[in-house]
């Protein structure tokens, strides 16, 4: 019994902290999920910096020698991609892609990684005010900007001043438009208004 008590004040307690202390449910999730594996998810445009390092340097990956599709497929990378991507953001899983298609053979670079791997694995505190920080862009149209981080720069058109002339008129007929339905909206609430502004009385109209 005093196990089951136990328990019951301790999701009732974890229920008031929740409530009473800002980020405290994220905290509880992101410490429960560190260590375990990932879960299946849609991916999206999980290639994506993948891609685009390649077309920018005229590769497949970008920065040398990299696991060609037809092997990544074959030998199931892609489940074994789905198990280690707990990223919390589409851009560390876009990261995560990347670096497990690329071959690399830098011994300091691989020394770096491992480094960064053992510190935030060893800090807690720090790995969790990392993970919080990022939390903002846990956003699905987060996707997209690695498009333009490493995707081709914006065209910019011939005359841009055309979009604020125009964004402009539309904001103005817009609001004209609210305006209209507005009163329209107000006149069916009161139907004796559209009398009193000719000077009429509600009552002498119907005569």
């Not at 060609?68 to 497929?73: C, P, Q, Y």
């Not at 995560?96 to 670079?109: C, G, I, K």
Request: charged share 25%.
């Amino acid at each position: 019994m005093s196990i089951g008590r136990n328990a019951v004040v301790r999701d009732r307690l974890g229920a008031l902290l929740q409530r009473a202390v800002p980020g405290y449910a994220r905290r509880a999730k992101l410490r429960a999920a560190w260590g375990g594996a990932g879960e299946a998810r849609e991916g999206l445009f999980a290639s994506r910096a993948f891609e685009l390092m390649g077309a920018a340097s005229d590769g497949p990956g970008g920065d040398g020698p990299c696991v060609d599709d037809k092997s990544w497929r074959d030998l199931e990378f892609p489940a074994l991609f789905d198990a280690l991507n707990t990223t919390i953001t589409p851009l560390g899983g876009q990261l995560l892609y990347r670096q497990m298609r690329s071959y690399v053979f830098d011994a300091q670079q691989l020394s770096r990684r491992y480094q960064a791997y053992h510190v935030l694995q060893a800090d807690g505190a720090l790995r969790e005010k990392l993970q919080l920080i990022l939390t903002a862009l846990e956003t699905p149209s987060a996707t997209y900007i690695i498009g333009a981080l490493l995707g081709p720069p914006p065209i910019r058109p011939k005359r841009p001043w055309l979009i604020y002339v125009l964004g402009r008129r539309e904001r103005e007929r817009a609001r004209g438009r609210a305006g209209a339905v507005a009163d329209g909206m107000d006149l069916g609430r009161h139907p004796g208004r559209q009398c009193d502004d000719h000077g009429d009385h509600p009552e002498e109209s119907g005569r």
